[in-house]
C-alpha cells in the first residue's frame, strides 16, 4: 500500500523536527520525496539537502522551485512543503541531468529510468531554459508506454532564476526525473482546462521554436497591447501566464504562456509555437474552471486511488486567487494530496497508438497511485464534495461568470460573422476581377477591330505606289502596241521587244511581291497567339517602322542587334504603332516641327528597355497623370477613343508583364516601356 506524508514548514527547523520524527513512522520502505520550494534560495536548498540526506539516506528526492506549494487540499506561498510517499511493493530510482540540450535529455532520462515494469515517470525541469515539449518529445522518442507527469520550476512569477534539485544536484538549467516502477502499481491521471479562446484568429508568422518574433507579421508585445491594452503588455511576461496563446484547430486547444520578453519584442513561451500556427488570445473562465473541477472528481469514481500529486499552472492561482482552494480541497476526500504551481505541466493523453506527451499551459494535472486494487473510491465519499463547487461561489461570482461567458460567446460570433462576411467580400471582389478581366478582353477586341479602318488606311497607303507602277507599266505596253513602236517582221525589233516586255514583266513582279509581303506582315499583325515568344527587338521595331513608312516623320533607331526579349510581337507592334501615332497626330497639329521619333533600346538588371521619344512639344502637365485612362482623350470626340495608350499599358503589363510610362523631356514626351528579357527574368 502507498502512503503519504505531507506538510508545509516556514523554516528549515521545523522541517528538520518533522523528518526527525516521521523517520520512525517510515521505516526502510521505497520512498520518494518531493520538496516543492517557496522560496528561491540556493544556500535554503543545500540545507534541506543535507537534512534529508540525514534523516533519509536511502529516499529518492526530486525538489522544485514553485509559484505555490499543494498541501492535502490547502495553498502556501514561499513555504517549504514536503511529500514522503512510501511504497511497498514499486520501486523508485532518480537522475538529474543538467540541460544543454532539451530533446537529448529527455532521451537519456528515458533511457536511464525506463524498465519494463515502469508504470510511472515523474519529471521536474527548470522554468526558464528547458524547451518542456522538446524534453517530452525525446522521453517518446525511447517509450511511450509510461505517464509521464510532472511541471515546470517556479520562481513566484519573476522569471528571474528556478532551481530544480536532487539528493546532490541543484540545477538552475537542468531536469530531474524518478521513475516508479512494479506489477502491481496501478497510475490514473486527468487534467483540467478552462482557458477560452477569444477575438480574432491570428497566425504566428515568424518563430523558432518557442520563441515568437511574429504574429500576423506584428511584434507579440504589440498584439497583447492592441488586444490587451498598453497596461497589460507592459507587464509581460508576468501577466502572460494569465493570458496565454492557444493554438487552436488541432483535436484538443493547447494553451502556450509566456516566460519571458526580449527587448526586440519577442515572447518566449513554455513550448513551441510554429510559422503557421493558428492562435486566440486565452482568458480564463471561472465557471468553465470549477465546472470542469467538479467532472474531474466525479471521474475519480470507482477507481483505486492511495496517494495524488497534483501539477497545477500558476496562473490558476493567480485568477482563481483566494478560490484555489474550492478547485482542489474536495480531492481530500480522494486521498492525501501534494503538488506545486509550475511554469508549464507534463501530462500524458492515452490512446491506441502509444501515449501522447504534452506540456500544458494554464491546466491542473492530477497523477494518481495505488498498489492495492481494493483501494476504491465510492460515490458516497464525494457526493457532499460534488456541492462544495456550487456552494463555494456567491451568487456575484456565478453572475460575473456567467456574464463573461455570455459576452465571450457574442464575442465569438461577431468574430464569426466577420470572418463569413470577409469570405463572401473575398468571393464577390475575385468574381468582379474575373467580369473585370472578361470587359478588358472584350475591350481589348473591340480595340482591335476599331484599329482595322485605320491600318486598312496603312495598307492603302503602302499599296498606293506599286499599284500605280503597275498601272504605269501596263499603260506604256498597250501604248506601245497600239502604236506599233516594234516590227516585229525583223529578227532584231523582235528581240528588242521580247527584252522590253521582260523588263516590264520584272518590275511588275517585284510590285506583286511588295504586296504580298505588306500582306503578309499585317495578317501576321491581327494574327493572335498566346504563346510568348523570342523576339529580336531590333527586327520587330524595323517590321513596325516598316508599316508606317511613307510619313513625313524622321525615325532614329538605336538599339543593339542582339537584343532578344521574351513575349507577343503582334501585341507590341500594336502598343508601337499607338505610340507613334500619338505623337504624328500632334506633328500634323503643328506644321511648324520636323517630326522625329527616336527609338532607344537597352538591357539594365535582367530587364530591357524600349524608350521611345518625339520632339512634340510634350503633354501637358495637368494631362499627364491620366493618358493611361480609359476613354480619356486629349483630341475631339471624331479623332480619337481615349482607347489607344489604355490599351497599350494593358498589353504591355497584362500580356507582356511588364511595366508602362511617361515622362515629359525637352521639346518633347518619352514613353519607357520595361519588360523581362527572354528568360523571363525582371
Same mark, same amino acid.
Given at each position: 500500500m502507498i502512503k503519504s506524508l505531507n506538510r508545509s514548514f516556514e523554516t528549515i527547523y521545523q522541517l528538520e523536527e518533522f523528518l526527525d520524527i516521521s523517520r520512525d513512522e517510515i521505516g526502510e520502505q521505497q520512498t520518494l520525496i518531493q520538496v516543492f520550494l517557496g522560496m528561491v534560495n540556493k544556500s535554503l536548498i543545500f540545507d534541506i539537502q543535507n537534512s534529508i540526506k540525514f534523516y533519509y539516506p536511502e529516499a529518492t528526492l526530486i525538489g522544485a522551485t514553485t509559484d505555490g506549494e499543494i498541501v492535502d487540499g490547502e495553498v502556501y506561498q514561499s513555504t517549504i512543503s514536503i511529500s514522503i510517499t512510501t511504497f511497498e511493493k514499486s520501486f523508485v530510482r532518480g537522475l538529474a541531468?543538467?540541460?544543454?540540450?532539451?530533446?537529448?535529455?529527455?532521451?537519456? !532520462?528515458? *533511457?536511464?529510468? !525506463?524498465? *519494463?515494469?515502469?508504470k510511472v515517470l515523474i519529471i521536474f525541469s527548470d522554468g526558464l531554459y528547458t524547451n518542456g515539449e522538446e524534453l517530452l518529445d525525446g522521453i517518446a522518442s525511447v517509450n511511450r508506454n509510461v505517464i509521464v507527469a510532472g511541471g515546470m520550476a517556479g520562481d513566484n512569477g519573476q522569471f528571474n532564476e528556478t532551481f530544480v534539485f536532487g539528493e546532490r544536484d541543484i540545477l538552475t538549467k537542468g531536469v530531474i526525473g524518478v521513475s516508479i516502477s512494479g506489477e502491481d502499481l496501478i497510475a490514473y491521471n486527468r487534467h483540467n482546462f478552462g482557458w477560452l479562446p477569444f477575438g480574432e484568429k491570428l497566425t504566428v508568422t515568424k518563430s523558432m521554436n518557442n520563441i515568437v518574433m511574429s504574429i500576423d507579421d506584428m511584434l507579440p508585445t504589440k498584439i497583447y497591447e492592441k488586444y490587451l491594452g498598453r497596461d497589460i503588455a507592459n507587464k509581460l511576461p508576468l501577466v502572460g501566464v494569465e493570458f496565454p496563446l492557444i493554438k487552436v484547430g488541432g483535436q484538443e486547444n493547447i494553451a502556450r504562456a509566456i516566460l519571458g520578453k526580449f527587448d526586440n519584442g519577442s515572447l518566449l513561451f513554455a513550448g513551441n509555437l510554429y510559422e503557421g500556427d493558428v492562435v486566440q488570445i486565452g482568458i480564463g473562465d471561472f465557471d468553465t474552471i470549477i465546472n470542469l473541477s467538479k467532472e474531474g472528481l466525479r471521474d475519480y469514481i470507482n477507481h483505486s486511488v492511495e496517494t495524488t500529486f497534483i501539477y497545477s499552472c500558476m496562473a490558476r492561482r493567480r485568477f482563481l486567487k483566494e478560490n484555489i482552494e474550492i478547485e482542489i480541497r474536495p480531492f481530500n476526500k480522494i486521498s492525501n494530496n501534494s503538488g506545486f504551481f509550475t511554469n508549464g505541466e507534463f501530462f500524458t493523453i492515452k490512446n491506441s497508438f502509444g501515449n501522447s506527451y504534452e506540456l500544458l499551459n494554464e491546466s491542473m494535472t492530477l497523477l494518481s497511485l495505488a498498489e492495492e486494487g481494493d483501494s476504491i473510491v465510492k460515490r458516497v465519499d464525494i457526493e457532499g464534495e460534488l456541492e462544495v463547487f456550487d456552494k463555494s461561489l456567491s451568487n456575484t461570482t456565478k453572475a460575473i461568470s456567467h456574464l463573461t461567458n455570455v459576452v465571450l460567446k457574442e464575442i465569438e460570433k461577431e468574430v464569426k460573422d466577420k470572418e463569413e462576411l470577409n469570405q463572401k467580400l473575398e468571393r464577390d471582389i475575385e468574381i468582379e476581377i474575373e467580369k473585370n478581366h472578361e470587359k478588358d478582353e472584350l475591350l481589348l477586341t473591340q480595340y482591335k477591330l476599331a484599329k482595322i479602318g485605320e491600318l486598312m488606311g496603312m495598307i492603302a497607303h503602302q499599296w498606293r505606289q506599286p499599284l500605280a507602277s503597275i498601272s504605269a507599266i501596263t499603260s506604256s505596253v498597250k501604248l506601245k502596241l497600239a502604236l506599233q513602236k516594234f516590227n516585229l517582221d525583223t529578227e532584231s525589233e523582235k528581240d528588242n521587244f521580247i527584252e522590253y516586255i521582260y523588263d516590264n514583266i520584272a518590275k511588275v513582279d517585284k510590285s506583286i511581291d511588295f504586296l504580298s509581303n505588306t500582306i503578309?506582315?499585317?495578317?501576321?499583325?491581327?494574327?493572335?497567339?498566346?504563346?510568348?515568344e523570342s523576339i529580336n527587338l531590333y527586327e520587330l521595331i524595323k517590321h513596325t517602322l516598316s508599316l508606317v513608312d511613307g510619313t513625313k516623320v524622321e525615325f532614329k533607331l538605336d538599339c543593339a542587334r542582339e537584343l532578344e526579349i521574351a513575349g507577343h510581337s503582334n501585341q507590341l507592334i500594336q502598343v508601337f504603332l499607338n505610340i507613334i501615332k500619338n505623337s504624328t497626330d500632334v506633328f500634323r497639329e503643328r506644321s511648324d516641327i520636323k517630326g522625329e521619333i527616336s527609338f532607344r533600346c537597352y538591357k539594365n538588371s535582367g530587364s530591357i528597355y524600349i524608350e521611345i521619344s518625339d520632339n512634340g512639344g510634350g503633354i501637358d502637365k495637368e494631362l499627364l497623370p491620366r493618358i493611361f485612362e480609359k476613354n480619356f482623350s486629349t483630341k475631339l470626340a471624331k479623332d480619337g477613343t481615349g482607347l489607344g495608350l489604355y490599351m497599350s499599358k494593358l498589353i504591355v503589363e497584362e500580356r507582356c508583364r511588364g511595366e508602362l510610362s511617361v515622362v515629359n523631356i525637352d521639346n518633347g514626351a518619352k514613353f519607357t516601356i520595361k519588360i523581362p528579357d527572354k528568360n523571363g527574368e525582371s
Open positions: 541531468f543538467e540541460n544543454r540540450d532539451s530533446f537529448i535529455s529527455g532521451q537519456r !532520462i528515458a *533511457e536511464r529510468l !525506463i524498465t *519494463e515494469h515502469t503578309d506582315d499585317f495578317r501576321k499583325f491581327y494574327k493572335d497567339s498566346s504563346e510568348i
